[in-house]
C-alpha cells in the first residue's frame, strides 16, 4: 500500500503561484506513475499531470506551459510548480499514484485563485 499526504495549497490571486507537495509512505522510484487531479465544486476529478519513473511527463491542455510536476526521490515527493494561476484553477487537487496496479489517492489539498 501507499499512503499519501498532499501539501502547499491555500489562497493566492489571479497570476500568482503556488507549490503542491505530496509525500508518499514508499519509495516513489519504485512507483510506476504519480498523478495530479483537481475537482472543482460541481464539477468531475479531472487529470492535471503525470510523471512517470521514468520521468517522463504529461500534461492536461489547459494547465501546459503553466504548471510543471516533478518527483523528488530523495524526498519520497511529488511537486507541482503552478504559475499564472487563473481563476478556474480553483479546485481541491489530489495526489495519486499507480503502483502494481493498484491506484492510491490523497486526500486532498485546496488551492483557491481569487479574481
Known amino acids: 500500500q501507499v499512503q499519501l499526504v498532499e501539501s502547499g495549497g491555500g489562497v493566492v490571486q489571479t497570476g500568482g503561484s503556488l507549490s503542491l507537495s505530496c509525500a508518499a509512505s514508499?519509495?516513489?522510484?519504485?512507483?510506476?506513475?504519480m498523478t495530479w487531479h483537481r475537482q472543482a465544486p460541481g464539477k468531475e476529478r479531472e487529470f492535471v499531470a503525470a510523471?512517470?519513473?521514468?520521468?517522463?511527463?504529461t500534461y492536461r491542455s489547459a494547465v501546459k506551459g503553466r504548471f510543471s510536476i516533478s518527483r523528488d526521490s530523495a524526498k519520497n515527493t511529488v511537486n507541482l510548480q503552478m504559475n499564472s494561476l487563473k481563476p478556474e484553477d480553483t479546485a481541491v487537487y489530489f495526489c495519486?499514484?499507480?503502483?502494481?496496479?493498484?491506484?492510491?489517492w490523497g486526500p486532498g489539498t485546496q488551492v483557491t485563485v481569487s479574481s
Open positions: 510523471v512517470t519513473s521514468a520521468g517522463a511527463t
Open positions: 514508499k519509495n516513489i522510484s519504485k512507483i510506476t506513475v
Open positions: 495519486a499514484a499507480v503502483d502494481t496496479g493498484t491506484s492510491y
